[in-house]
Nanobody
Framework: QVQLVESGGGLVQAGGSLRLSCAASGRAVSPYAMAWFRQAPGKEREFVAGVNWSGRSADYADSVQGRFTISKDNAKNTIYLQMNSLKPEDTAVYYC????????????????WGQGTQVTVSS
């Protein structure tokens, strides 16, 4: 069973940057597509960015395209989310997720989840 642990969240001013990490343990994640989702208070959990098993193909939500970059290091069993030009509307709990197979957007297709890390962007 794969376990996912996120880190790197925190408080940052608008325009700043943060780098989230998601370390996997229990099994190699090289066959897994992995993604970042986020959930703001009172809102549904939404897809932010995802990467396929090899790390060579990625997909982004329109709201973060050009500001966020997802990467996957299979040797370290870790994925990252580099977040630049942060906005107050990026404030949310960010979750790492994994699924065995192709990269997809719907959250219901991901069976493995981390506990989340809080990102707060002040104006």
């Amino acid at each position: 069973q794969v376990q996912l642990v996120e880190s790197g969240g925190g408080l940052v001013q608008a325009g700043g940057s943060l780098r989230l990490s998601c370390a996997a343990s229990g099994r190699a994640v090289s066959p897994y597509a992995m993604a970042w989702f986020r959930q703001a208070p009172g809102k549904e959990r939404e897809f932010v960015a995802g990467v396929n098993w090899s790390g060579r193909s990625a997909d982004y939500a329109d709201s973060v395209q050009g500001r966020f970059t997802i990467s996957k290091d299979n040797a370290k069993n870790t994925i990252y989310l580099q977040m630049n030009s942060l906005k107050p509307e990026d404030t949310a709990v960010y979750y790492c997720a994994a699924r065995f197979g192709t990269l997809v957007v719907p959250r219901y297709d991901y069976g493995l989840w981390g506990q989340g890390t809080q990102v707060t962007v002040s104006s």
